[in-house]
């Protein structure tokens, strides 16, 4: 299972499983005991973080570039996917919101996998 319902903030639980941080930015006050993994190439770019937090594009056009990054990246998506398989696995990120953070389009690429 995928879950996407924590920030790298939260404390960590046995359920959580893997803990994957997946942020191209080491965030501000984590030690490396609270995640497992950490996979910088998965994150979103910062300018693209920036224009979408800051209003120059919507949600859906996020989501669209996000989407695009992940591109040549199949090789991680997959072993995500297997992972995933394995037992639980949690995908980290600073934001408070999974309805609108990468981590939820990226559960999604890696779902994609999981059903090959």
């Not at 790298?8 to 941080?21: A, C, F, H, Q």
């Amino acid at each position: 299972m995928i879950k996407t319902d924590k920030t790298v903030y939260d404390k960590p639980e046995r359920t959580d499983g893997k803990r994957i941080l997946v942020m191209r930015i080491w965030p501000r006050g984590i030690s490396k005991d609270k995640i497992d993994v950490w996979m910088k190439e998965l994150g979103s770019e910062k300018d693209l973080i920036k224009k979408w937090k800051s209003g120059k594009i919507t949600w859906e056009d996020f989501s669209k570039e996000y989407r695009k990054s992940l591109k040549g990246k199949e090789e991680e998506l997959q072993e995500l996917a297997k992972q995933s398989k394995e037992g639980d696995i949690t995908l980290l990120c600073t934001d408070k919101d999974p309805t609108r953070c990468h981590r939820t389009l990226l559960a999604k690429e890696i779902e994609k996998y999981a059903k090959h």
